[in-house]
C-alpha cells in the first residue's frame, strides 16, 4: 500500500466516524478556471480555491464540511475552446439544507460553456466507498461533445444534448497532474470546515 493509499486510508476511518448520526450531502463543484493552460498547473493556488469555497459556503447552516479537490484535462472535440486544467472540489456536508446548499453553490460557482454544470448535490450515506472517492488518485481527460442525439428520459423524445466522454490523461498531462498534487500535498489537498476544534484527531491538520 502508498503512502497516500494508507493517509487517504486513515483520512476516510476518521470521516466515516465523524459522518455516524448526521444528514450528509456529497458535494461535487467544478470552479471555472479555463484560464489554467496545459503547462500552467502550478501557478494555480489551492489556498485562493478553499478560500473561495469557505466564502461560498457562509450563507449556508451545517455542522462541518470536508472537502478535497483533485483535476482533470477538459479538452473539445473540435477545440471549440482551448484545452485547459478543470479542478473538482469533492466534499461532504453534515446537517445542512440541500436547498440552501444547492442555492448558496450555484450563486458563486456559475455555469460556463465548458462546465455548463458546475454544482452536484447528493444525498449521501456515508459509506467508505462514497468519503473515498475524495482522494482518488485515478484521473481522466474530459473531452465535451456538440450535438449528440440522446432520448429525454422524462418525455421519451429523442433530443440534442451536449455530452462528455472520458478518456485517459496524455503523458504529459498526467505528470504535470501528479507533480503538481504532490507538492501540494494530502494535507493541502483537503480542507476540514467547522468551528474551532471541532476536527476529529485524525483530521486536525486539515483544518484551518
Known sequence: MTCIAKESESVVEALHGAAKGG????????PDTMGVSPGALDQLSVIG???????????????WAFFAIDGSMNRHETNRY???WCVHFHGVVANASKAELEKALRWRFEATDAIPKPVSVRVCDGNAKALNYF???AFRMRVGKDGQARVDGRTGLPRVCRTTTYN?????D?????????????EGRARWLGPPNSAPAKLANFAR
Open 82 to 84: 482551448a484545452p485547459f
Open 174 to 186: 498526467r505528470d504535470e497532474l501528479l507533480l503538481f498534487l504532490d507538492k501540494v500535498g494530502i
Open 135 to 137: 482522494l482518488k488518485t
Open 168 to 172: 485517459r490523461l496524455l503523458a504529459a
Open 49 to 63: 480555491l478553499f478560500q473561495r469555497l469557505k466564502y461560498a459556503l457562509k450563507p449556508v447552516a451545517y455542522d
Open 23 to 30: 444528514a450528509l450531502h456529497f458535494v461535487t463543484i467544478i
